[in-house]
């Protein structure tokens, strides 16, 4: 329930921002596309640089644990 929730909210902002940017309705496909590819590789150059920073640096961990907490 929480999840289709989520997803009725998030429908709800890309028509807000599709409408505010004045998006046309043949180039929004194209749009979320490169946004959610965009956002996987961010997301996976993060994931690596953490992973990198972790194996080099060991102390990072402490950092990482204080930023969690």
């Known amino acids: 329930m929480i999840e289709k929730a989520l997803s009725i909210g998030n429908l709800f902002v890309f028509v807000i921002i599709?409408?505010?940017?004045?998006?046309?309705?043949?180039?929004?496909h194209r749009v979320?596309?490169?946004?959610?590819?965009?956002?996987?590789?961010?997301?996976?150059?993060m994931i690596l640089?953490?992973?990198?920073?972790?194996t080099n640096f060991k102390w990072v961990m402490y950092l990482f644990g204080v930023y969690l907490l």
């Open 32 to 45: 979320l596309f490169w946004g959610i590819l965009g956002a996987l590789v961010m997301r996976a150059g």
């Open 18 to 28: 599709f409408s505010t940017f004045g998006v046309a309705a043949d180039l929004q």
């Open 49 to 54: 640089g953490g992973v990198w920073l972790i």
